[in-house]
């Protein structure tokens, strides 16, 4: 069936690094997207999301963008702190879709 | 706003037992979702509720059940726990269908011995 996937299971970034967290997909019908972070112990919290009709979208500290062309996402987060550490996940949604896909997620570890 | 609140927060069950967990959302939501999240790994949709009076089975339904008691109450049911339903649930919901964001509730860590 149709799947969302991350590259990298684990990404170690020292602190005021950029980093980039990626994820492929594999459904051509989504339109949708949007990034999760999750921290130990709690809910996923949303952090920003992207139509289809974008390649970019910027928020703060955070930009995700979209390459339809090869169906990849990825988030970039700037000057990274110790508190973005977490797991990301990616997500996605179709057009006439009623519920989220969600991508196996990303440990993003940040190094004092 | 509370957001969304899910009760128990733990539960340790034995094989065969029943309960319900509790979910509500002060948020005005008309869709509500019930995950499945075991270690290591993303989220899995069990059921959801795209608006009151209506349910949906998700990707992995079996060996639950679900009841949406008002717009601000979605309940999941395990009449016979099993092991394998082991994991940290979570509920979410938000205001549409496609294009908006989940909310989510802190979780309830459920383990079945």
């Known amino acids: 069936g149709e799947s969302v996937g991350l590259h990298l299971p684990t990404l170690s970034v020292q602190e005021g690094d950029n980093s980039i967290i990626n994820c492929a997909y594999s459904?051509?019908?989504?339109?949708?997207f949007i990034w999760y972070k999750q921290e130990s112990g709690k809910g996923p919290q949303f952090i920003i999301d992207?139509?289809?009709?974008?390649d970019k979208r910027q928020g703060q500290r955070v930009t995700v963008l979209l390459n339809k062309t090869v169906k990849h996402l990825s988030l970039q987060i700037a000057a990274t702190q110790p508190g973005d550490s977490a797991v990301y996940f990616c997500?996605?949604?179709?057009?006439?879709?009623?519920?989220?896909?969600f991508g196996e997620g990303t440990q993003l570890t940040v190094n004092p | 706003n509370a957001g969304v609140t899910q009760t128990p927060k733990f539960q340790v069950l034995k094989t065969g037992q029943s309960m319900t967990l509790q979910c509500a959302q002060d948020?005005?939501?008309?869709?509500m979702y019930w995950y499945r999240q075991d270690p290591g790994m993303g989220l899995r949709l069990i059921y959801y509720?795209?608006?009151?009076?209506?349910?949906d089975k998700g990707e992995v339904p079996n060996g639950y059940n679900v009841s949406r008691l008002n717009k601000r109450e979605f309940s999941l049911r395990l009449e016979s726990a099993a092991p394998s339903q082991t994991s940290v649930y979570f509920c979410?919901?938000?205001?549409?269908?496609?294009?908006?964001?989940?909310?989510f509730g802190p979780g309830t860590r459920l383990t079945v011995t």
């Open positions: 509720s795209a608006s009151e009076g209506t349910t």
């Open positions: 979410a919901s938000r205001w549409g269908g496609q294009g908006y964001e989940q909310y």
């Open positions: 459904n051509s019908a989504s339109d949708y």
């Open positions: 948020m005005n939501h008309n869709s």
């Open positions: 997500a996605e949604e179709e057009t006439s879709g009623s519920r989220l896909t």
């Open positions: 992207i139509r289809s009709n974008m």
